[in-house]
Structure formats: structure tokens, C-alpha cells
């Protein structure tokens, strides 16, 4: 049995601790340790009523052998900083995937990665490491997602498009059948991507237009 250990202490990993317990492998392949302190707005207060302990913080934590992690940040730099310390550490990561998720079998999926209730991704999608698919979103069929992306709920990537690295997607944004979003780019709350979103660009609206 291995011992599931969330970094972070704000409200997403208070989200992601409910959510763990619906997931796969829960209590046959791991249980729940506790949290682990960043150092970016985490507030171990909110985390008093869950009656799991915080083990440590990011910069001290000794690995246990039987430790796995899940980086329950949403921030990408904060997310890739302590994914790298903990990897460093000599820790591994594992998917979190709710049981209401639906994966088709052919998907690709590396790991860290948090898919939680009610997503779905599709025939021949691609996720990258540490992905966040927030309730509802999902990945159309050979969609592509890079690694340290997040989809808030209800986002979706159609059929061919492809998001870069460290992507965001805020709630309910849409990018069309094989639109293109590069590494950073940022789609706001409802917006609907047409063709393609540069580097570091920002965009809201349907259409997406630069803000």
C-alpha cells in the first residue's frame, strides 16, 4: 500500500482530497497520508476540519519509500517548482482519476496528472504531466494538452486542437477543432478559441481576442 500525499494546503487541495477518495486505486493501491505546505498562499487552517495531518513542508520533507504525490496547485510555476523539489527528493507521482472520469482505452496520459469528476477525454487524446482537468472539462478526440496545463470546469479542447505547456483555460473556454494554443497561452472565462492563440498571449471573448 502506498501513502498518497497532497501538496498543497489551499482550496484545490481541499477539493482533491474529497475527489482521491473516489478515484482509482484508493484504499487497494493507496491511501491518504496528508498535505504538504508550499510556500505560495497556502493556508494550513483551511485544511483543520479534514482531520489529515500536515506531514511537512516542501523544502524539508524527507521521502518515504512508500510516499506517492499529487501537486494539488494551480499555479503552473509553483506546480513545476515543487514537482521538481519532490522529484528531486526521490518522489513519485501518481494520476488522481475520479471514477466518473471517462478515459477511452487508446488515450495517452503521463503522470501527476489530476482528472476529476465528470471529465472526459477522448479517442487518441494526449495529456502531458501534472494536467489539471477540473470538473466537467475534457479533451475531444486527438486533442493534445502539454504538461503543467490546467482546464477549469466545463473547458474543452476539440477534436485536433492542441494546447502547449502551461496552458490555462478558465471556465467553460473552448478551442475548435484544430485550433492551436502555444506554450502560456491564457483563454479566459468563456471564451472560444477560432485558430490559434500565440506564446504568452492572452485572449478573451468569442472570438478570442488579445487582452
Not at 495531518?53 to 496547485?73: E, H
Request: hydrophobic share 40%; proline share 2%; net charge neutral.
Amino acid at each position: 500500500m502506498k501513502h498518497l500525499i497532497i501538496i498543497g494546503c489551499g482550496g484545490f487541495a481541499r477539493e482533491v482530497y474529497w475527489h482521491a477518495q473516489n478515484s482509482h486505486g484508493f484504499q487497494y493501491e493507496w491511501d491518504i497520508k496528508g498535505f504538504l505546505a508550499g510556500d505560495i498562499k497556502d493556508k494550513p487552517s483551511e485544511l483543520a476540519k479534514l482531520n489529515k495531518p500536515i506531514v511537512g513542508d516542501i523544502n524539508t520533507y524527507s521521502v518515504d519509500k512508500d510516499d506517492v504525490f499529487v501537486c494539488a496547485i494551480a499555479n503552473a510555476a509553483a506546480r513545476k517548482r515543487f514537482t521538481d523539489t519532490i522529484r528531486e527528493k526521490g518522489g513519485c507521482f501518481i494520476n488522481i482519476i475520479h471514477n466518473t472520469a471517462l478515459i477511452q482505452g487508446n488515450v495517452k496520459m503521463g503522470e501527476g496528472n489530476i482528472i476529476c469528476p465528470f471529465t472526459f477525454v477522448n479517442d487518441h487524446a494526449t495529456i502531458g504531466n501534472h494536467v489539471i482537468l477540473n470538473m466537467g472539462a475534457g479533451l475531444g478526440h486527438d486533442s493534445c494538452i502539454g504538461d503543467f496545463s490546467s482546464m477549469m470546469g466545463g473547458a474543452c479542447l476539440c477534436g485536433f486542437a492542441h494546447a502547449g505547456r502551461n496552458t490555462y483555460f478558465a471556465t467553460n473556454a473552448v478551442a475548435l477543432p484544430s485550433s492551436k494554443i502555444d506554450d502560456d497561452g491564457y483563454v479566459g472565462v468563456g471564451s472560444v478559441v477560432f485558430k490559434h492563440v500565440h506564446q504568452g498571449q492572452k485572449v478573451f471573448g468569442n472570438p478570442a481576442l488579445e487582452i
